[in-house]
């Protein structure tokens, strides 16, 4: 390559000949097609009480309703890519990713597919991951390509950039129940470690100390506990047969909590059984020597990810160990719920819990079906991906694929 030109190189003579490329003009007028969407599904979530699904598909954002009660409705009609659908937890919007300008920018859709589109950011160049809503619809969170973690405000229609990883990596967030902190992951060295953005304030505070690489925060809905997963087990040692001399760490992955105020136990020593639907109290979390007070919950070898709370309190979780496939566990606290994590369902690779935490999905062939989140019986209701007839034009669609890359 040389410019935008293509040369061939002549090994012999060692005379490089510029190549001429045509393409057959029944290749360039390609006509208007009809497709199914349906089979083109990229990324799913559900509503707050789990009623419907939002998806995007082939760079459109649908509405499924749950067992076939009504047709898919598209909700966007752009000739862009929309991506990353998100519910607000009062099931007012949908917010979701569109590059209709050339760049993406974080859009704001009515859940019903009545009233128009709204435009929320003006950022520059960089692609954008998943939204994440705080519980009380008010603000959203959100990383890019730069490693920034923005939060846009829509009562004051204002976004905000709270922090910019010096790595580059992706962030994970988590909001705390009553929409006051923000949890994320921050590079430290060659590690992570989780911080906590005051809404209010601000201001971050640092929880863990960096000394070993810290993921998936995930605050328990009583504001009383932040879940995380942290790479600090050395105890799984194993003697490696083919190097005699040797021996291997296959994870060093705990599942770990942290009271956040000094007064809190163990949460194996409590129930967590806060309920959707109450009111959440101010979240006051006490930062001194905060990191000393975390407690191993779960230490089977194996990773850990995808944290969840579920209406009752427990812990959901993907969990795979050593040479098996993944599967999802549920993790209760308080005496009568001891003996450890407890199997919902094996080879699960996508799930997700309502915004209520009273539903649990996962995603099965063509479609998402709910299961119950303790004993993992799969449900009679699902939400089938079928019938989402759109028209494409790949005209339209080369241009779009030439601007985003």
């Known amino acids: 390559m040389k410019g935008a030109d293509l040369y061939l190189l002549d090994l012999q003579t060692e005379r490089a000949h510029k190549v001429i490329v045509t ?25 707050p009480d789990g009623a419907q699904a939002v998806v995007e598909a082939r760079g459109r954002i649908w509405r499924v309703p749950l067992a076939n009660s009504s047709s898919p409705r598209m909700l966007t009609h752009g000739a862009a890519a929309e991506r990353y659908p998100a519910s607000s937890p009062d099931g007012r919007w949908i917010a979701y990713f569109s590059d209709v300008t050339g ?18 950011t003006s950022l520059g160049a960089g692609f954008r ?12 969170a959100f990383s890019d390509s730069t ?21 580059v990596r992706q962030p994970q967030l988590s909001w705390s129940p009553n929409s006051s902190w923000l949890g994320f992951t921050r590079s430290a ?27 998936w925060p995930t605050f328990d809905r009583n504001g009383d506990y932040l879940f995380f997963v942290s790479n600090r087990n050395f105890d799984g040692l194993t003697y490696d047969s083919v190097d005699y001399s040797n021996f ?14 000094r007064d809190l136990p163990s949460p194996d020593a409590k129930p967590i059984s806060r309920h959707s639907g109450e009111p959440a109290k101010p979240l006051v979390v006490d930062f001194d020597k905060i990191e000393r007070r975390a407690v191993v919950v779960a230490s089977e070898v194996g990773t850990y990810s995808d944290l969840a709370i579920a209406d009752d309190g ?9 040479g098996a496939g993944p599967s999802l566990k549920r993790l209760s606290f308080g005496a009568s719920d001891a003996g450890g994590p407890k199997l919902v369902l094996n080879n699960v690779g996508d799930f997700k819990v309502s915004g209520d935490g009273r539903k649990l999905f996962i995603r099965e062939g063509a479609g998402i079906i709910r299961v119950d989140p303790v004993s993992g019986q799969k449900s009679v209701e699902s939400i089938a991906f079928t019938n989402m007839p759109l028209d494409i034009d ?4 080369w241009k779009q694929i030439f601007v985003e890359a």
């Open 248 to 261: 291997i760490y296959p994870s060093t992955e705990l599942l770990m909590a942290l009271p956040l105020r």
């Open 147 to 167: 490693g920034s973690i923005y939060v846009h405000s829509l009562r004051i229609s204002e976004t905000k950039k709270i922090h910019q990883d010096v790595f």
């Open 103 to 120: 760049e993406y920018q974080l859009y704001l859709a009515p859940s019903d597919g009545s009233g128009a589109l709204k435009r929320l």
């Open 189 to 215: 060295d060659s590690q992570q470690a989780i911080w906590l953005y005051e809404i209010q304030t601000g201001e971050t505070h640092q929880v863990t100390g960096g000394g070993y690489d810290d993921k």
């Open 129 to 140: 991951f998943p939204p994440s809503w705080s519980p009380d619809s008010e603000n959203i």
């Open 314 to 322: 427990s812990l959901l979780y993907k969990f795979m160990p050593p």
């Open 23 to 47: 393409l057959p003009d029944d290749r360039i007028d390609s006509p208007v097609r009809n497709i199914d969407a349906s089979k083109l599904i990229a990324n799913w979530n559900v509503s």
């Open 394 to 397: 790949p005209a339209v669609e």
